[in-house]
């Protein structure tokens, strides 16, 4: 994203964040509501060519906006899109990106006030590490031969027993699977959260499970290293026979007996 549509984004998101506080409720009702005139507008290539045309000046790309939407959704939801499509975006994916982003802000929001934040981010990176692992199960989760209700449908099936602020972000990933990847959404989402909370997310595989002592003292020196509170993700994985693989961002630490070995195979090759 360019720097003006940055600074724009970050303008827009600091006036929403000050609107859903003053509400003190409703953040999941305004996300869905960003979540379907996002996907309205993807689905309809003439309107999200009309809310970027450089060439149409601000007011009118607002009056179209309230146009198409403005009964359809809440006073607060109507004024933010208004204020988004008055910004100038590159073309119709930056605008779909924008909304999205405020989309799951409000789901964040919502989840920090009823304090249920740290949960939605591991519930979050568990569903994107099994996502990882099952290769069949993403390819049929981003499969584009199925409606994306069937899809959204299988994933409410698959992953039982989630709070409502995560099902809503992980129904959202899936709809968005032919056009971004599942594993990039849900990894923004969880990145999402721990700004939330003004943390680093460590994603650290392990061969095998770290006593809590362990991982207390993982959190520290990573803590100490980043400068600030990390949330830390430890994932199990036999195939990294030994030591322990960080990532934070991306800052990769990889000290396994796996990576070792392949170091070792690539200098005597």
């Known amino acids: 994203m360019r720097s003006s549509s940055q600074a724009a984004l970050t303008r827009l998101s600091t006036t929403w964040d000050t609107i859903l506080a003053e509400r003190d409720g ?8 960003l979540f379907t005139v996002a996907g309205v507008i993807g689905d309809t290539s003439i309107l999200g060519r009309a809310l970027t045309d450089p060439a149409r000046a601000s007011a009118d790309r607002s009056r179209l906006v309230l146009d198409v939407f403005g009964g359809k959704v809440s006073g607060p939801v109507s004024d933010l899109l208004s204020g988004v499509v008055r910004s100038r975006w590159k073309s119709p994916a930056e605008l779909l990106d924008v909304i999205d982003s405020l989309g799951v802000q409000s789901v964040m929001s919502g989840a920090g006030r009823a304090g249920l934040i740290a ?31 069937d899809r959204a449908a299988l994933a409410a099936a698959v992953f039982t027993g989630l709070e409502d602020d995560t099902k809503l972000l992980l129904d959202h990933a899936v709809r968005l ?14 990145e999402a959260a721990a ?30 290293r980043y400068g600030g509170p990390v949330n830390v993700h430890v994932h ?31 200098a005597m090759e």
Do not use: F, K, N
């Open 26 to 33: 409703g953040e999941r009702e305004c996300a869905q509501e």
């Open 195 to 224: 700004e939330r909370t003004q943390r680093s997310v460590a994603s650290v595989t392990v061969a095998v499970p770290l006593s809590q002592a362990q991982e207390e003292r993982l959190t520290r020196l990573l803590s100490e």
């Open 119 to 149: 949960r939605v981010e591991h519930e979050l990176y568990s569903v994107r590490r099994m996502l990882r692992d099952e290769r069949d199960l993403r390819v049929a989760l981003g499969d584009r031969s199925r409606t994306a209700s």
């Open 177 to 190: 699977a032919p056009r971004v990847s599942i594993i990039r959404t849900l990894a923004a989402m969880t």
């Open 236 to 266: 199990v994985d036999s195939r990294v026979i030994g030591g322990v693989r960080v990532r934070v961002g991306e800052d990769v630490i990889d000290g396994t007996l796996a990576h070792r070995l392949d170091q070792l195979r690539e």
